[in-house]
């Protein structure tokens, strides 16, 4: 089955510098890779997703990139806010076959004021 | 855009006493819906798939009896924790998919969770 691993388990920032989070998956069928945010006591909102056909996308301060030859994807997030702060879980699936999503460890981001 | 509403959102229940949570898709159909269970500071763990219809399938090293999924309708799936105990105390997240795969996320919904307490 597939294999996520996420780095860096915390991460904190300044208010205003950038964030990135890294991802490692290891099945290489594996299409869809979304990323999400989820706040204490609440579900994951998804917040940004990139499909294999696709290096980059952007969504104002967030990015996201992958790299289907070496198996990894990120999450960028610049001038970071107050707001940002949460746990971010990335995830990678094969949806066209209804397959589950498997999740990475989880990121607690926390930005300092 | 697409909601799953999970109910309820906290509980607390005696030991050995059995609780239901729902997991409702609002504004579509939903042919299949996940179960994760979720611990403090830990990822999301797939326990079981639910297809509306038939019967759940679970993952390995998870008890099929003691955690009971219903998929009676496209709009409701159903965990039933019985008998729970303290070690069954955790947050448990459902996730539907929309049968159209409409909109982002391949059609992909989580609920806001449940957070529950054994004791």
């Known amino acids: 089955g597939e294999n996520v691993e996420q780095h860096p388990s915390t991460l904190s920032v300044q208010e205003g510098d950038s964030a990135v989070i890294k991802c490692t998956y290891s099945?290489?069928?594996?299409?869809?890779f979304p990323w999400y945010k989820q706040e204490l006591g609440k579900g994951p909102q998804l917040i940004i997703d990139i499909r294999s056909n696709v290096g980059e996308k952007k969504d104002q301060r967030i990015a996201v990139t992958l790299n289907k030859t070496a198996k990894h994807f990120s999450l960028h997030i610049t001038e970071t806010q107050p707001e940002d702060s949460a746990v971010y879980f990335c995830a990678a699936s094969r949806p066209d076959t209804g397959n589950q999503f498997y999740f990475g460890t989880g990121t607690s981001l926390t930005v300092i004021p | 855009g697409a909601v799953v509403s999970q109910h309820p959102s906290r509980v607390i229940c005696k030991s050995g006493t059995s609780v239901k949570i729902e997991c409702r898709s609002l504004d579509f159909q939903a042919t299949t819906m996940f179960w994760y269970r979720q611990f403090p500071k830990q990822s999301l763990m797939l326990m079981a798939t639910?297809?509306?219809?038939?019967?759940?399938?679970?993952e390995q090293g998870v008890e099929k009896d003691k955690f009971l999924i219903n998929h009676a309708s496209l709009t409701l799936s159903t965990l039933t924790v019985t008998s729970a105990h303290p070690e069954d105390s955790s947050f448990y997240i459902c996730s539907a998919r929309d049968v159209g795969g409409r909109g982002g996320n391949y059609g992909y919904t989580f609920g806001s969770g449940t957070r529950l307490t054994v004791v």
């Open positions: 639910s297809n509306e219809g038939s019967k759940a399938t679970y």
């Open positions: 099945d290489s069928a594996s299409n869809y």
